[in-house]
């Protein structure tokens, strides 16, 4: 099967999915299109029990699609540029430290804190495997990811300044857990006698502090060169070369490119839309990656429910996938709380914050995708069956859950 072939199926697909939701089921689009394509994705497996052309035709289908390509390397840099457009800068900076810490500290405290209760509970259950293999689950399963985060949070109703700290925790911990991810895979895959603290400092450095700089410059050549013109054709044309082109130059200089396109994003959509942009201008890129956000999430969420054909964790793995979905709550808890501690007195944290961070940690595609890309040596069965647990409960659950969840703790604190 050809790519326009798979791409105009998956298109259709979408579209019939997106109507139904928004027609019957009418739950937030990133859930209700992946709750559907869930549900189809089972009716496939039962029909298949009866006649497995079908199943295996799905399976094949899905097969042809490499999941952890597409969205690392075609939709991320698209979603995260479109998520990172819309968020206002100047509520970021009042928050600066919070997200910091969320962002780095609180993904390496929930990395390790993950891995090692997971090197101690799977063997109970008769799946131990080695302690670098259960880091590389804690680092792929610790970052928010910014793309489910930021659909949920549409419709939460969660207070301004928290919110604000969610959306800018998941845009920049996304990148860092990729960069913490990539560094574990690299000692998992030398050894550790191989590599040195120096060379992992180096390693972390280059790709996140790479990224940032280099989100920085291209913002400013793309800002210089919208505010030169008054022409939203041509503008809309840029902020595309700058997510494709920048997140491929990136790629090729081995920096960080998520962290790239998040602050060449926040560049555009906060200095480029005030000062370099006409309200035409502003209101067609709005327009257009709001377009471009809505259909690459709908393609992403029915990805994910239908990649359930593929995922041995019913038959084999499902009670490790349930324990995982605990011990991950456990971690991001922890990840949250301690920085809340050492934050306190500089910032005004509205009552609960904590459970509601952990709650609202969503995980999703990003975490799919890394542990899609573990080599089989690595126990890739295992660890994708608790990913893939984590991600759908995390999703569905937390997901449908977090706004009443919000509204009780507003009532019972008159916020």
């Not at 209101?283 to 239908?306: C, H, M, R, S, T």
Request: hydrophobic letters at 55%; aromatic letters at 10%; one cysteine or more.
């Amino acid at each position: 099967m050809n790519l326009f072939t798979i791409i105009a199926l998956l298109t259709t697909v979408c579209a019939l999915f997106a109507y139904v939701n928004f027609r019957f089921v009418k739950l937030p689009t990133t859930i209700g299109l992946m709750l559907i394509a869930l549900l189809v994705s089972i009716g496939i497996m039962i029909v298949g029990q009866f006649n497995t052309s079908v199943l295996d035709g799905v399976k094949g289908l899905i097969s042809e699609i490499d999941f952890s390509e597409v969205l690392m390397e075609v939709m991320l840099s698209f979603l995260l540029f479109a998520g990172a457009l819309h968020t206002d800068m100047d509520l970021m900076r009042e928050q600066k430290w919070s997200i910091l810490s969320f962002a780095t500290l609180g993904v390496l405290i929930s990395t390790f804190l993950a891995g090692t209760l997971f090197f101690y509970v799977l063997p109970l259950l008769g799946l131990g495997i080695p302690f670098i293999h259960c880091l590389l689950l804690g680092a792929l399963i610790s970052p928010t990811d910014p793309i489910a985060v930021l659909g949920i949070l549409k419709e939460a109703k969660i207070p301004k300044n928290l919110e604000i700290v969610i959306t800018g925790e998941s845009l920049f911990n996304d990148g860092v857990g990729v960069v913490v991810f990539l560094t574990i895979l690299q000692i998992a895959i030398m050894g550790p006698s191989e590599i040195t603290p120096g060379e992992v400092a180096f390693l972390f450095g280059e790709e996140v502090g790479g990224g940032l700089l280099l989100g920085m410059v291209l913002g400013y050549i793309t800002y210089r060169l919208m505010k030169s013109i008054d022409h939203y054709q041509t503008e809309v044309l840029l902020s595309l070369a700058l997510v494709m082109g920048g997140y491929a130059l990136a790629s090729a200089l081995h920096f960080s490119g998520p962290l790239a396109v998040v602050v060449a994003g926040l560049f555009i959509g906060n200095k480029g839309r005030t000062e370099a942009m006409s309200s035409e201008t502003v209101e067609y890129l709005d327009k257009f990656w709001e377009l471009i956000d809505e259909l690459l999430n709908a393609l992403l969420f029915v990805l994910i429910g239908l990649e359930i054909v593929v995922v041995s964790f019913l038959d084999e793995y499902w009670l490790a996938g349930l324990i995982g979905i605990l011990l991950v709550l456990i971690s991001r808890f922890a990840a949250v709380f301690i920085p809340i501690l050492f934050l306190r007195r500089s910032v005004n944290f509205m009552p609960r914050t904590p459970m509601i961070m952990t709650w609202g940690g969503l995980r999703g595609g990003i975490s799919i995708a890394l542990a899609l890309s573990l080599p089989a040596a690595m126990n890739k069965d295992l660890i994708l069956s608790i990913t893939y647990s984590i991600v759908i409960f995390s999703i569905l659950i937390q997901g449908i859950t977090l706004g009443p969840i919000v509204k009780q703790i507003k009532l019972k604190f008159d916020l």
